[in-house]
């Protein structure tokens, strides 16, 4: 545990930072979200084995569909955790020093969200790399929790609250009730993941080579979760599988929502499971209050009619669920009594 907490129940935390699989997200107590970027670094090679940092978050994007050619992107997080410290430290501390951010105090106390059951290693990433970029701590939290926090959810009372966070890397499935999660489910499968499924689709059934971003476009666009209602059709381009040339395709919602139907099945069997794994008296409030969900993956079309219709209990949608996480850690940041419950031991 934390010892400022322990000696002054009275200090809360400064910002928030969800460092998340594809976008990075950061609040400011008083001042909301101030920060909403992909967590995504742009290098460029001035010599052999040398980087040199050229851009982040949205402008690294920008300047990778410019000059893609001579910017090597990269991604420093993977499912959710860090996969490369040093590019995770300097991406944090470029945005802590941003116009907005900078000069707001020399040494803030940070909360960092993370995927349910890391690893103490990679607890112990994510204080190092918050330390290196400025902060005077780093405190951890959940993210099922600060998602639940951010949808309204009672968190503190007995009753059970059940959310389903899709997020890019990861889907949470968290029964939570007293501040605690009593019970969660981490699967796999994220946004990430579903335009992995996309690709693989098209290409095995279509014969085309899509980008991701095409495959994204397609799950944004017309993506669905109940492929035979409502088709809609979006021209596509990309390369044939054959020749190698460039052509352009009609690609149907239907199309793209069976591509994602293993990927939406799984997220329904792992809130099978965590249902059929909590205590029965707050599997009985999760029946009266329903199930909500957050993150990106929850704007699929009528993904919470199919989840709905498949776990017979009420599913809504969280407002602006890609900030509803953000609207939690930047809830917790005022609340220093419920920060010093839910935070991880490390």
Same mark, same amino acid.
């Given at each position: 545990m934390f010892s400022f907490f322990k000696d002054d129940g009275s200090k809360g935390a400064d910002i928030y930072v969800d460092l998340g699989t594809a976008n990075?997200?950061?609040? $400011?107590?008083?001042? =909301?979200?101030?920060? %909403?970027?992909?967590?995504?670094?742009? @290098?460029?090679e001035v010599s052999s084995g040398k980087r040199k940092v050229v851009a982040v978050g949205a402008e690294a994007r920008d300047r990778i569909?410019?000059? #893609? /050619?001579?910017?090597?992107? @990269?991604?420093?997080?993977?499912? =959710?955790? +860090?996969?490369?410290y040093d590019t995770t430290e300097t991406m944090l501390r470029h945005f802590l020093s941003r116009p907005g951010m900078k000069g707001f105090m020399k040494r803030p106390r940070i909360v960092i969200s993370l995927p349910w059951g890391v690893t103490e290693?990679?607890?112990?990433?994510?204080?190092?790399?918050?330390?290196?970029?400025?902060?005077?701590?780093v405190i951890l939290i959940d993210e099922p929790m600060a998602a639940a926090l951010g949808a309204d959810l009672p968190v503190k009372e007995a009753r059970?609250?059940? +959310? $389903?966070?899709?997020?890019?890397?990861?889907?949470?499935?968290?029964?939570?009730?007293?501040?605690?999660?009593?019970?969660?489910?981490?699967? !796999?499968? /994220?946004?990430?993941?579903?335009?992995? &499924?996309?690709?693989?689709? @098209?290409?095995?059934?279509?014969?085309?080579?899509?980008?991701?971003?095409?495959?994204?476009?397609?799950?944004?666009?017309?993506?669905?979760?109940? #492929?035979?209602?409502?088709?809609? &059709?979006?021209?596509?381009? /990309? !390369?044939?599988?054959?020749? =190698?040339?460039?052509? &352009?395709?009609?690609?149907?919602?239907?199309?793209?929502?069976? &591509?994602?139907?293993?990927?939406? %099945?799984?997220i329904i069997e792992a809130i099978h499971s965590a249902l059929e794994k909590t205590p029965p008296e707050l599997v009985s409030d999760i029946i009266?209050?329903? $199930?909500?969900?957050?993150?990106?993956?929850?704007?699929?079309?009528?993904?919470?009619? !199919?989840?709905? %219709?498949?776990?017979?209990? #009420? $599913?809504?949608?969280s407002k602006d669920p890609l900030l509803t996480i953000a609207r939690g850690g930047e809830l917790v940041l005022s609340d220093p009594d419920l920060l010093y419950k839910i935070q991880l031991e490390i």
């Open positions: 990075t997200l950061i609040a $400011v107590k008083g001042k =909301g979200v101030i920060i %909403n970027e992909p967590t995504l670094i742009a @290098f460029s569909l410019k000059t #893609p /050619g001579s910017i090597i992107a @990269f991604r420093p997080l993977k499912e =959710g955790v +860090i996969a490369d290693v990679e607890k112990r990433a994510a204080i190092d790399a918050g330390k290196a970029a400025g902060a005077s701590e059970g609250s059940m +959310i $389903v966070d899709i997020g890019g890397g990861t889907t949470e499935v968290a029964v939570i009730a007293l501040a605690d999660i009593v019970y969660c489910q981490a699967i !796999r499968v /994220g946004g990430h993941k579903i335009d992995e &499924s996309i690709m693989e689709y @098209f290409k095995k059934r279509r014969g085309l080579i899509i980008s991701q971003d095409t495959a994204e476009n397609l799950k944004i666009n017309i993506g669905t979760a109940t #492929p035979k209602k409502d088709i809609h &059709s979006m021209s596509i381009s /990309g !390369r044939d599988a054959d020749s =190698g040339l460039q052509k &352009s395709i009609e690609a149907s919602s239907e199309e793209v929502g069976n &591509s994602m139907d293993h990927d939406i %099945n799984q009266e209050g329903g $199930v909500v969900l957050a993150g990106g993956g929850a704007l699929i079309r009528d993904l919470d009619l !199919r989840l709905q %219709n498949e776990i017979r209990l #009420p $599913v809504r949608i």
